[in-house]
């Protein structure tokens, strides 16, 4: 069974970095692309950016500036760095699973994250 | 502003049947299968359908199909363990991003 699984800080300074970990159990990284997407309360979906496989990355172009996602393939984990964070960053963050034909076929749970002083 | 086009809310019975649409334009869903995702409050997202196939475990109520540029979901016999927010989602070559639609809550009265 594949499950996804995100951890870091729930709270974020105006300013920093904010800094998740997906970590993938039950599937190998290879062979699809892995995403960070994000809802912030009351809103709908926003899709942040994926990482392939081989460490290719495509973002949103409205986060592109301050987004980084990277691949440790020994620990079966990926990473979602948003820089300069605002309170408009506040929202849920869901790491997912997405296939060649851009199916996001498996979800993690979601990690609340919020940008506060 | 979405890129994707959905109902805000649907409502229906129990028993009834109900259809979800997401429209987009010829470069996401004109070109791509489209997926739908089920997110109940607090839950994880669950892919419902994607293109006119639901994945395994997935009840047959569901149902999917497009027309040009619109995606549609059909639930069938609807039922209480339906109430959802759904998502439906493409890719977009012209943006070259995954776009969402801003979601339909599905309320089963």
């Known amino acids: 069974q594949v499950q996804l699984q995100e951890s870091g800080p729930g709270l974020v300074k105006p300013s920093e970095t904010l800094s998740l970990t997906c970590t993938v159990s039950g599937a190998s990284i290879s062979g699809y692309y892995w995403s960070w997407i994000r809802q912030p309360p009351g809103k709908g979906l926003e899709w942040i950016g994926y990482?392939?496989?081989?460490?290719?990355?495509n973002y949103n172009p409205s986060l592109k500036s301050r987004v980084t996602i990277s691949l440790d393939t020994s620990m079966n984990q990926f990473s979602l760095k948003l820089s300069s964070v605002t309170a408009a960053d506040t929202a849920v963050y869901y790491c997912?699973?997405?296939?060649?034909?851009?199916?996001?076929?498996?979800w993690g749970r979601g990690t609340l994250v919020t940008v506060s002083s | 502003q979405s890129a994707l086009t959905q109902e805000a809310s649907v409502s229906g019975t129990v028993g009834q049947k109900v259809t979800l649409s997401c429209t987009g334009n010829s470069n996401n869903i004109g070109s791509y299968a489209v997926g739908w995702y089920q997110h109940i409050s607090h839950g994880v997202p669950k892919t419902v359908m994607f293109?006119?196939s639901p994945p395994s475990g997935i009840s047959d109520r569901f149902s999917g199909s497009k027309s040009g540029t619109t995606a549609s979901l059909t639930i069938s016999g609807l039922q209480p363990e339906d109430e959802a927010d759904y998502y439906c989602s493409t890719w977009d070559y012209s943006l070259s991003t995954q776009v969402f639609g801003g979601g339909t809550k599905l309320t089963v009265l």
């Open positions: 990482v392939s496989d081989s460490g290719r990355t």
């Open positions: 997912a699973r997405r296939t060649y034909s851009a199916q996001l076929d498996y």
């Open positions: 293109g006119n």
